[in-house]
């Protein structure tokens, strides 16, 4: 390894500093790939794990939060595959693809990759990586340091492509599940590309079981053609002591319709950070988070959005509800370029502190190089108006209920932005079971 | 025979301001009060302290309510009991829907009662008779509750959740406020509709004309937080005639 970086400190970085050492040589990719990997982790050991000094970083101090590194998980034996067979039932009963991610590795005898639409190709990123596909390079998301953790370390997950103008019906489901009690680490990287006029749904889900604490860093790389449209649906589910890193890079094209959607509600640290870049003329982007935290819980949303092109549109809506001592972190950046004329961007953060020890940390920011665009922001931190659960419960609505009702109102308003229907009624019902753990 | 609601002595305020002074009150049952008295009094004051609005502190007297401590129970508790309240302001619910709402209030009530819940259809089919009933545009029902409802439809609303509710004693705080001349027929129809040997009212209002169509039994004049007059329903005329400023000197 180079000479100059400077040593690493806490145990964690120790601990990964041993396992690329001892992993390494065994990852898939030829010497290419080895070099992307080896420059990847470099610029982690440069920086270390991200603290509370570094702003990107601010309230999600890994330094703090990350104890220890884990061995990567082993291969899923047959005791895997029976755990994973019914994971992603949040979904359950819906026409979906389904593609498993097991223990880091996609499992092609457990996923849905029959009759598969003509335009529409699926295969491991272990395969991609074989075939010395250069797959890992991040174009937005590089120099961050559990980004480049993950492009050092990355082993599996999905590549999709989506030929011009095809239209998948059936949308894809991404179904992410830890197994095993021993906790271990799994690093992901997952690719998207979607051809110009194509559209799809890709949907995604992560969990794993309680009590455990497994690292998941869980890498998406999304090229979206000029005219396509897709609507991507995450949802973190991971187990109570999970920590769970997501990092999703999205460049978009002209006219392309994006529509992202997040619900968090498991894990106990969790990053979602997104990168997007409105590349193209007449875009339209939006960004829809759903947060839903208790206990000690940790959830940050991190979005970078950069408008390059002109004339496009962006939306966010970021929704937290926090209950006891959980923390909901919202940090947005919307940059403007100045070619980006015409951009008409806009993003909301909303907090609802169920407990007084409940915190939401927002962190809205706009940067704008060009004159003739319309930006803006806001941001809202609350307790449940008093008022109105007393109308509630002047009904007859009991106290748990009525606040029930007033938080579906609240997040109802994010998961509306969902179009298809089934999904939005499967993200309501993952909403209810929330509020019934509450009860 | 125990009174459906006695009010002794009742005091109360609200950020260290005293509001209600020693207010007496009995509403047996199939009886209709209306308690009128100038603005600041202290009648919306009343029904809130009634209803459990939290934010007033009783300082003295006591409520019983079919003979049980009704300051004692939690609003959901007091409303499962028989008690409603039809709001001065009716509140707006962004994201709840008008429909959802009664279901789950109704349905609530039953479920404290120990009575079997509704079906979603059989609660639609009662809402939507009652809201022919009142005038009520069924679309209406989709929407968020009382939000960008006219101030006339916010009073509809709330007679609408009352009859389907069926209270035991309803108190009704300027429901004819807001509402135009056909409007207000309708909805005094409806409250008449509800009139009952085992239900009490206590109907709020500034306005002979609402007594027109709602007559009551009993004529109070409520102010600076007491009942200051009491009589039969000719009362309202003479105070439409006189006004109040003999009342509020008694009171001072
Ligand atoms: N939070 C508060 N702090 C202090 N005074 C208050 C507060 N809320 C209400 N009041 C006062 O209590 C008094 C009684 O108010 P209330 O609404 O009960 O009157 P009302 O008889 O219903 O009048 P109206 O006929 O105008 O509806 C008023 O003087 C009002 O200003
Ligand atoms: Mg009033």
Known sequence: MNAEIRPVKTAAEIGFADLFAAVRQSLPGGRDIEAVRRDAFDRFVAQGLPNSRVEAWKYTDLRRLVRDAKALAPRPDADAWTAARNAGAVFAGLDLRRLLIVDGAFVPELSDLAGLESGVRIRATAEALSADEMVLPLEMAGTDPAAALNTALAADGVVITVAADVAVERAIHLVFVTTGTVPAAMFTRSRLELGSAAALTLVETHEGPDQSDYQVNAALQINIADKARLDHIKITGEGTAALHIATLEASIGAGADYREFGFAAGGAVVRNQIFLKVAGEGTTASVHQASLLSGRQHADTTLVLDHVAAGSQSREVFKAVVDDEARAVFQGRITVRPGAQQTDARMMARALLLSDEAVANCKPELEIFADDVQCGHGTTTGALDDQLKFYLMARGIPEREAEALLIQAFIGEVIDAVVREDLREALSRAMFAWLKGRE | ?252
């Open chain 2, 1 to 252: 025979m125990t009174a459906l609601l006695e009010i002794r002595g009742l005091k109360a305020e609200i950020d260290g301001r005293q509001i209600l002074n020693g207010l007496d009150l009995t509403v047996n049952k199939g009886e209709i009060h209306a308690i009128m008295g100038p603005n600041g009094a202290g009648k919306s004051t009343l029904s809130y302290v009634l209803s459990g609005k939290p934010g007033y502190e009783i300082t003295g007297g006591e409520v019983l309510f079919n003979g049980e401590d009704l300051l004692a129970m939690d609003p959901d508790e007091r409303a499962a009991k028989g008690l409603f309240l039809a709001f001065q302001y009716p509140l707006e619910i962004p994201g709840v829907a008008t429909l959802t709402f009664l279901r789950t209030a109704l349905n609530a009530q039953r479920r404290k009662r120990g009575e079997e819940e509704l079906s979603s259809p059989d609660v639609l089919k009662r809402v939507r008779e009652l809201a022919k009933q009142l005038n009520i545009d069924p679309e209406m029902l989709k929407r968020p509750l009382n939000v960008g409802f006219s101030g006339g439809e916010k009073k509809r609303n709330e007679t609408l959740q009352m009859a389907l509710l069926e209270p035991k004693l309803c108190v009704l705080d300027e429901t004819d406020s807001g509402l135009d001349i056909d409007a207000l027929r309708i909805v005094a129809d409806g409250v008449n509709r509800l009139r009952a040997s085992d239900r009490g009212m206590i109907v709020i209002t500034h306005y002979q004309r609402l007594l027109d169509y709602i007559v009551p039994d009993v004529v109070h004049v409520l102010s600076a937080g007491r009942i200051v007059k009491t009589g039969g329903k000719e009362l309202a005329l003479e105070l439409e005639a006189t006004g109040y400023a003999q009342y509020q000197n008694e009171a001072a």
